[in-house]
């Protein structure tokens, strides 16, 4: 056989095999081909190559793994002072005036990540005397609510009051209230 022959040959076999990889596998296609092995008698007249369906473009390569973005730090985002909470933890009515008898909750929104962050409130009267101090220890990953609350039985005195909020022992908010006869 002449190179020219082989040459065709060659490339009708290789659009051959790729119009079967691109159809679904080599099983895709029938073997009807005569056996390049096998001698032939007489090499018939070269034929142009047929029009075989053009391989599809391979598929882009797979992205390779990001590092994962850098984890917000934990931080206090808002706080509400209110006489009652939902089930969400959320003050249902913010106010910073209160009754005697209320119980008065503090609702503080977090955000960011921190497998052990300590939130604690500290709430004072007047003359920076110590109501009540208390601090709840958080494993976030993302948005968080957290409750505080005080409460007297026998009511609260009439007076100016603030509660300051801290994470992980920093300062982070300062709220003022009032309790009215």
Known sequence: M??????IRFRSLALILAACLT????????????????PQAAAP?????????APQAAAPPAAAPQ???PQPA?????????????????????SSTFRPNDTIYASVLSEGVAPNAALGVRW????????????????????AVTEFHI??????????Y????????????TLQFTVTD
């Open 74 to 94: 934990f931080r206090v985002t808002h706080v509400d002072l209110g006489n009652a909470i939902g089930p969400d933890k959320k003050v249902a009515a913010p």
């Open 151 to 160: 409460a007297k039985p026998d009511g609260w005195p009439a007076g100016k």
């Open 45 to 53: 007249k070269p034929q142009p190559p047929a029009q075989a369906a």
């Open 162 to 173: 603030q509660v300051q909020v801290s994470a992980n022992g920093a300062p982070a908010e």
């Open 124 to 143: 004072t009267y007047e003359d920076g005397q110590v109501v009540n101090e208390s601090t709840q220890s958080l494993a976030t990953t993302g948005p």
């Open 23 to 38: 159809l679904g596998g080599l099983g895709a296609c029938n073997n009807n081909e005569p056996s390049k092995s096998a």
């Open 67 to 69: 590092a994962a973005a």
């Open 2 to 7: 002449t190179r020219r022959i082989l040459r």
